[in-house]
T-cell receptor, first 118, second 108 residues
């Protein structure tokens, strides 16, 4: 089955620094990946859709300059949180569509990355 | 605007008892609905989708357009069903909206 990995699984950084989170599709090529954010005891909120070879599409209210997304290859998308602040602390989850899936909309999720900004 | 509501944050049932996790949606178009599950220390994974009309791990969910509901049901809960369950609404190729989730605990 389709497997999506994320690295790192957890990261602690100081306020003002930037941190990069990687999302990889391990056994398939993903032209589209998604980045979600989940606050404690809340639902997953779609932040942006990452398209290979083109600019990401951000959801309303998500700062493009703060959350930089790069989808440079068919198996890798990265999310960089720039100038991180404590309010950016959250659980970030990526997902990807497997074009081999019989149902084209199905998304496969990574294990998530816990970001803590001190 | 689209919306997914899961009214119960927590649900506890005894092993062998029936379980129903509620999900209501709001969407003006034709909905595509899913149930996702997240077991302890595992990633989110698809449990079932309404268009397949399938039963997975004994769970079923029927789309009721009149009541705008997509409740998840299982006649006899098992301990291994304890997990976080999310109802999700797909409104387009890239738009998947999640409910707030229900944590199901099956008591032995």
């Amino acid at each position: 089955g389709a497997v999506v990995s994320q690295h790192p699984s957890r990261v602690i950084c100081k306020s003002g620094t930037s941190v990069k989170i990687e999302c990889r599709s391990l056994d398939f090529q993903a032209t589209t990946m998604f980045w979600y954010r989940q606050f404690p005891k809340q639902s997953l909120m779609l932040m942006a859709t990452s398209n290979e070879g083109s600019k990401a599409t951000y959801e309303q209210g998500v700062e493009k300059d703060k959350f930089l997304i790069n989808h440079a290859s068919l198996t890798l998308s990265t999310l960089t949180v720039t100038s991180a602040h404590p309010e950016d602390s959250s659980f970030y989850i990526c997902s990807a569509r497997d074009p081999r899936s019989g149902y084209s909309y199905e998304q496969y999720f990574g294990p998530g990355t816990r970001l803590t900004v001190t | 605007a689209q919306r997914v509501t899961q009214p119960e944050k927590l649900l506890s049932v005894f092993k062998g008892a029936p379980v129903e996790l509620k999900c209501n949606y709001s969407y003006s178009g034709s909905p595509e609905l899913f149930w996702y599950v997240q077991y302890s220390r595992q990633r989110l994974q698809l449990l079932l989708r309404h268009i397949s009309r399938e039963s997975i791990k004994g769970f079923t969910a029927d789309l009721n357009k009149g009541e705008t509901s997509f409740h998840l049901k299982k006649p006899f809960a098992q301990e291994e069903d304890s997990a976080m369950y999310y109802c999700a609404l797909q409104t387009g190729a890239n738009n998947l909206f999640f409910g707030t989730g229900t944590r199901l605990t099956v008591i032995p």
